[in-house]
């Protein structure tokens, strides 16, 4: 048997489950992130966290957000509110910016593969960062910062000088788009939501595979169907995102 071809930053773990019912999955925990924007000379760029190699994503670089808490949900126990004030809680505490809440945008909520390993399913927002606030990490769960373009940032994981787990790489793929904080802010405000339930298979050619609705492989968790392609190709060589059908 080939060996499998898995991505150092293919963060899927074991894929033989199909389902949330199978025995050993652990149930996905709610999580909140936020992509903070800012202008730059040319474009704009979005803040970056290292993640302490000790902890969940050690190592990678990341977005401000964790966990969502149970203070932070309101009495009406709504989930978007909840994730909304996690975003605000974990950016003050990983960075020492504060944010209100009302000038995110949700744009996508990825809920990752059933498995026996820990998982988020997570809620992203988008803001722009307002004030030119200087990021205080805690030197804790965060060992670094860095202000980037997204163009920039695919670079650098491309060559190998930093990590990055699939959502965040498809994210900063989709930024990388558009030219200015405004194209973006107007396409996501108008845009609804993406919602990226992940399966995981492995190819016939040994790479693993991340797939979402629309793809043709996606019902058959079966990455060798022909038709099209929605996609995250977690080869050793690099990722590689294939899309027919979504716009982004």
Same mark, same amino acid.
């Given at each position: 048997?080939?060996?499998?071809?898995?991505?150092?930053?293919?963060?899927? @773990?074991? =894929? #033989? *489950?199909?389902?949330?019912?199978?025995? %050993?999955? /652990?149930?996905?925990?709610?999580?909140?992130?936020? !992509?903070?924007?800012?202008?730059?000379?040319?474009?704009?760029?979005?803040?970056?966290?290292?993640?302490?190699?000790?902890?969940?994503?050690?190592?990678?670089?990341?977005?401000?957000? @964790?966990? =969502? #808490? *149970?203070?932070?949900?309101?009495?009406? %126990?709504? /989930?978007?509110?909840?994730?909304?004030?996690?975003? !605000?809680?974990?950016?003050?505490?990983?960075?020492?910016?504060?944010?209100?809440?009302?000038?995110?945008?949700?744009?996508?909520?990825?809920?990752?593969?059933?498995?026996?390993?820990?998982?988020?399913?997570?809620?992203?927002?988008?803001?722009?960062?307002?004030?030119?606030?200087?990021?205080?990490?805690?030197?804790?769960?965060?060992?670094?910062?860095?202000w980037i373009t997204p163009a920039e940032a695919l670079s650098k994981h491309a060559s190998g000088d930093i990590d990055l787990v699939p959502p965040?790489?498809?994210?900063?793929?989709?930024?990388?788009?558009?030219?200015?904080?405004?194209?973006?802010?107007?396409?996501?405000?108008?845009?609804?939501?993406?919602?990226?339930?992940?399966?995981?298979?492995?190819?016939?050619?040994?790479?693993?595979?991340?797939?979402?609705?629309?793809?043709?492989?996606?019902?058959?968790?079966?990455?060798?169907?022909?038709?099209?392609?929605?996609?995250?190709?977690?080869?050793?060589?690099?990722?590689?995102?294939?899309?027919?059908?979504?716009?982004?």
């Amino acid at each position: 048997m080939a060996e499998e071809k898995q991505h150092k930053n293919d963060m899927y @773990g074991n =894929i #033989d *489950a199909r389902s949330e019912a199978d025995e %050993g999955v /652990l149930p996905p925990i709610p999580a909140a992130t936020v !992509v903070l924007l800012r202008e730059a000379e040319e474009s704009y760029e979005v803040l970056m966290l290292k993640k302490n190699s000790k902890i969940t994503f050690g190592g990678m670089w990341v977005f401000p957000g @964790g966990k =969502i #808490d *149970a203070e932070d949900y309101g009495e009406d %126990g709504d /989930l978007e509110k909840a994730a909304r004030t996690a975003s !605000v809680r974990e950016t003050i505490e990983e960075t020492g910016i504060t944010l209100d809440s009302n000038d995110f945008i949700h744009f996508a909520h990825w809920t990752p593969p059933p498995g026996p390993q820990k998982r988020f399913a997570t809620w992203f927002f988008i803001a722009q960062s307002k004030h030119s606030e200087r990021v205080e990490i805690d030197e804790g769960e965060i060992k670094d910062h860095q202000w980037i373009t997204p163009a920039e940032a695919l670079s650098k994981h491309a060559s190998g000088d930093i990590d990055l787990v699939p959502p965040t790489w498809i994210t900063l793929n989709h930024l990388a788009l558009y030219s200015t904080i405004r194209e973006v802010l107007d396409h996501f405000s108008s845009a609804t939501p993406k919602k990226y339930e992940t399966r995981v298979v492995k190819a016939t050619d040994d790479n693993r595979v991340a797939m979402w609705k629309g793809d043709a492989g996606y019902d058959a968790w079966n990455a060798d169907l022909d038709g099209d392609r929605h996609r995250l190709v977690m080869a050793n060589g690099g990722f590689i995102f294939e899309n027919t059908v979504e716009d982004y």
